[in-house]
């Protein structure tokens, strides 16, 4: 168990709906990543927040948003949902003072 | 040219043997070096972290850091069939510590008993 939490688990909906997916990092982690899996693309970066800031961007579609609250959890915002963002969307966290990331067990999002 | 490169594998072993799994990259600017762990569908689990060059060693697992032929490994000593699982290799840069980690396309292994 790497102490980073995700939720829900699984999320099946339609093409064209808008999803959230939770994160809360590690205790005392301040940054908190957001990356997409899938089978052909392999883990690709989507955002990254620092202590509630935007700190760097990625491969992350418009329709896609994010934030980070005071309490450090972040929260993943995905729109106009298409067949293609059907995907593991996993969230990690790093300590204050290291590059190391620590991964949560993932959201499978499945769009039909 | 892709960042980082990978040999995607499979890579299958008998219990015991020793495996070796590598990665290539070309961004010179990468300082840390990682390796993770996943299980099928499950979160990455880290391994290994280095910084820089040279070699760091955790219980069956040695990671080695080349960065003058730009080439990290990792070797396992010993291998069981829990050790099967995809092994993707993560490295970041030092002017971006604590940014976004480029990932390899992953190595699956398979260790039979």
């Known amino acids: 168990d790497s102490g980073v939490t995700q939720t829900p688990k699984h999320l099946i909906t339609a093409t064209g709906q808008r999803v959230t997916l939770r994160c809360s990092p590690r205790?005392?982690?301040?940054?908190v990543y957001w990356y997409q899996q899938s089978l052909d693309q392999g883990l690709q970066f989507l955002i990254q927040y620092y202590n509630g800031e935007e700190r760097a961007k990625g491969n992350i579609l418009e329709r896609f948003s994010a934030q980070q609250f005071p309490d450090l959890h972040s929260e993943l915002n995905l729109s106009s949902l298409e067949l293609g963002d059907s995907a593991l969307y996993f969230c990690?966290?790093?300590?204050?003072?290291?590059?190391?990331?620590?991964f949560g067990p993932g959201t499978r999002l499945t769009v039909t | 040219q892709k960042e980082v490169e990978q040999d995607p594998g499979p890579l299958s072993v008998p219990e015991g043997a020793i495996v070796s799994l590598n990665c290539t990259y070309s961004?010179?600017?990468?300082?840390?070096f990682m390796w993770y762990r996943q299980y099928s569908r499950k979160g990455p689990e880290l391994l290994m972290y280095t910084y820089s060059s040279g070699n760091k060693e955790d219980g069956r697992f040695t990671a080695q850091v080349d960065k003058s032929s730009k080439y990290i490994s990792l070797f396992i000593r010993d291998s069981q069939p829990s050790d099967s699982a995809t092994y993707l290799c993560?490295?970041?840069?030092?002017?971006?510590?604590?940014?976004?980690?480029?990932f390899g396309k992953g190595t699956t292994l398979s260790v039979s008993s």
């Open positions: 993560a490295m970041s840069s030092l002017d971006q510590a604590g940014t976004a980690l480029i």
């Open positions: 961004n010179s600017a990468f300082q840390y």
């Open positions: 990690a966290s790093s300590p204050p003072s290291g590059a190391e990331q620590y």
């Open positions: 205790s005392g982690d301040l940054s």
